[in-house]
């Protein structure tokens, strides 16, 4: 089984248990069992063998007991190990005579599961008490009973699991490791770790992704030294988290695809380490989704597995725990679990689990990017301890000047290509030049207007014991471009969610539109008020990118058939008329956001909000972005964004209001630094 | 947001025990439970518990899931009513006072006293298995799985479910907030949630999985399929372990002797 197959496994019973635990608000001895379909999804998705299709019901099994809510917990690791193997031969037996064979395949299964646990249970709680001989215990009006729970809970489980099938195969077929890549390798010869050997060596190297017809690298001929501090830099799409996998031998190991030249990592070929396992040791990766790297379930968990894995005594694995705790600045997170700890904390528990496993190399892709000011700083103070402790650092990142003080060269990559590999002095001086082009744009003061479309009094919000808004006052006005700044915690996102009622005023008032957002429901407010959130993935969820759009207007109340028109006004608008039935989720980053934005348009509120809407792009997809906003703002719609980009508030928006511990700490118009 | 199986950090006499110990535990429950028929046996068994979760300083915790339980039980009277003639009428589910259809579905001292024991056997294994749950770090849990022989690879999957689930359970409320500001109205009740199901549980698999690719290269370039530990001194067993498991005994060896008529 692949580690990917375990991570999919894992995260769909993480999902069947959530659904599992809702489900028990149906009262009765046997409650439906959602995860049955999910593990029967995973099932379906990875085809494992039948030891690992067993394995994967003894975890569900496991959870179900601990979760459940019936008449016999252990029951529960008798029929779900079955149902899993049940779901599997079916599915084998199936998938390629029936295009329903997913959800059969699950409706049998959780048959076979439901009625096992009905027959373990009923013998096991029943038969210590069967009456004598005479009475009228009926076993089989239990069972007929409670059949129906188990026919209903099969035919839901069926369409749960065939629903997802097709979104989910969809997605697990983007960067699908499979069997090794075909190669057409000049292989170096297996010197092994080498002292003096580059840490990572191109050699004529280039990759094409499976059914992509342009390779995603080409002609890759550099070497990166021991010690030495790498920037890789470039626009969005050109190659640089594909440069990132092949530097740590993950394309050689763990990708489908075609390959040619080769990759040595201290002198040694990749291919020529057993496993990921192997080079693990050398090389480490942190990626840009922080979450998806955290696997533990506290902070100090997370850091002592990479320590305990090494084989130090314990005390060298306290000793070094502290260690490696204080230099991220995370000792005062150790007890905390991965869900309550903010994004540039994860990036630093991420990074920390990293330096446990000891690696010579430290590869971070994007690592920054989502990450504010003050956040983007620390990781930048550690990554300049660990190069002075002699780690090699190579670091991808949107925002070069964040690197200057630290970068010993700097690696361009466009469309698959190094296009240049330059001294960090030389970059930067070319860099600062082109990063100026101009003065900012004169400031616009926000002229206060009769009829403002928001207004805000004494809003204060509170969660629990903690202060989320502190008596916010505030009017805004159509046509505005406005701007919230703040820390992570300062309050932003607080405030934008009163305005469409996903929050309510603890006390103040919202009014937006004339209408009281603190009564009125969120979706009629929706239609006032339109919310793109920072990640646009969290809104789209249909097959082609017109019936995502509709998905909006149909809410609103307009006919199918009449909203063509208007979805292919709104897809021109944002710049995607030609991807109108192609699947959201295969397009690139800018392009969803631009596709979320474009939902939000379709529905004509009269404010557009948007959290981080330029956060993971590029300069000239953020820039696409703007112009959007910017043309709405002309429109006359009002344009709400938090964002931590400063370069572009300061070029973009009308009026910055700067948010500090729930407070506005100052409200300015774009460049003028002062109160308005 | 509900936690589901999340450990709390208390410091109590059940967190500082060993896993094992603590499985063990819950088999013997589980065992006692499914053995007693005799509904005073079970009460004792729950207030057992309970008082085990007032020593362990989580009584509060268990207290919460009362309410739940309840419901459920009534679910389950209603089923063995409805399932089960046994013994004297005591009543009628429709009363008899009810016009044209009153007197019918008699409620009998057999049916009830069968719901009583299954509501005490559910009360006593759903504690212990909280009692588990709350008390137990997924790190050690997973460290006991292993030395009763569960492979790695299904260890690490029981890991990653209970490490994403309250993440994917603010995912799931933060899809829920943007279907929302879509003006999206599923309606309320049962019918509402499952309507809400497509917009919601779409993105929330497919984001969820989009995680896969970079967890599952986490977990290799962290080598944690090898899990070679280093052996942690607050692991081992301590004073309470060898407490509970005396206690564990000695309730076998009393149980086995009831049971068999000893005494």
Redesign the interface.
Known sequence: ???????????????G??LR??S??V???I?ANPIIALYC?AIILIVPRVK?AL??G??AG??S?????S????ANLISEPLGALVCLGVYITLRERLPLSAGIATFIATLASGFTFLAVSLF??AS??I?APG????MG??I???SPIIILTAIANSL?SQ??YF??SR??MR?M?AEPPDRDRRALPETGDVPNAPMIRFHGFSYTYPQAKAPALSGIDISIEQGECVLVNGPTGAGKTTFCLAA?G?LT??YEGAMEGSVAILGKDASGYE???E???I???V?D?A????????VE?EVL??????????HE?RRRLEEILRLTKIDHLR?R???TLSGGQKQRVSLA??LA?GTRCLILDEATAELDVEATATIIAILNELKRQGKTIIVVEQKPQEMADIADSVLIIEQGRVTGFLGANEFFASCSEDEHPGSLPSARHAAPCAAPIIEIRDLTHQYGETLGLDRVSLNICPGELIAIIGENGSGKTTLV?HL?G?LRPTSGTVTVSGIDAAVA????L??H???V?Q?P?????EDTAEREIL??LT??GRDAEEAQGEISAVLERVGLLDQRTTFP?SMSRGERQRLAIA??IA?QPEAIILDEPTTGLDLAEAERIMTILEELSRAGHTVIMVSHDMHIVEHHAHRIIRMENGRIASDSAAGTGGET | M?D????K?IDGVFHHMNALTKILFLLFV?ILA??S?NPLVLLGIVAGLFVLAIAGKFAMELARQVP??L??S???IL??V??????SVVGHLIPSAMPVIGGHIPITT?ALN?AI??SL??FA??FA?QL??IST???DLVGA?QQIR??V??T?????????????????K??Q?????????PGEG?SG?IRS???I?????????????????????????????????DKAFGSADYVMLAGVGIGAIVAAAYYTGII
Not at chain 1, 521 to 524: I, S, V
Not at chain 2, 82 to 87: C, E, I, R, V, W
Not at chain 2, 177 to 185: K, P, T
């Open positions: 089984m692949k580690s990917r197959d375990i991570a999919v496994v894992g995260i769909l019973l993480a999902i248990a959530i635990y809702l028990n608000i009262p009765g001895a409650v999804l690992d394995g994967i003894i975890v496991i959870i007991a601990l979760i459940s809510h008449i016999f917990p252990p096991v709680i210590s008490i009456p009475e009228h215990f009926t009006a239990f007929l009973a409670v749960i629903i997802l979104p989910s997605i697990l960067g490791a740590a993950i190991h763990d496993d990921m396992g080079i693990g040791k090389m480490g990766v990626f989704d979450d998806a790297q955290l696997i533990f379930t506290t968990e597995s990479g320590l305990e894995n090494r084989g130090l005594d314990p694995v007890y679990a991965p869900h689990a990293t496993s969610k469409n996903l429901r969120t979706t009629d929706a239609r008020v339109g919310l959130f990640n993935d969290t809104m789209l969820f998905f909006g809410n609103i989720r939902c939000v529905m | 509900a589901i199986l999340q450990y950090r589980i499914v053995l028929t739940m339980l419901f459920l009534a679910g389950l089923l063995t409805l399932t089960m003639q046994s013994g057999g069968f024991v299954l056997r559910f294994m759903l298995f588990m749950v770090q997924p790190r799985l569960l492979p690879d299904y690490l999957m029981l890991l990653i479910a209970i490490r994403f689930i309250p993440t994917l359970q603010l995912e799931g933060r899809i907030e943007a279907q929302l500001a879509r003006a999206y109205n049962v949630k199901l497509t917009p549980i779409i993105p929330l698999v497919s984001n969820a999985l989009g995680k896969a690719n970079v967890l599952g290269l986490t977990i290799d370039l962290r080598g944690l399929r090898s899990m070679e530990r280093t052996p942690s001194p």
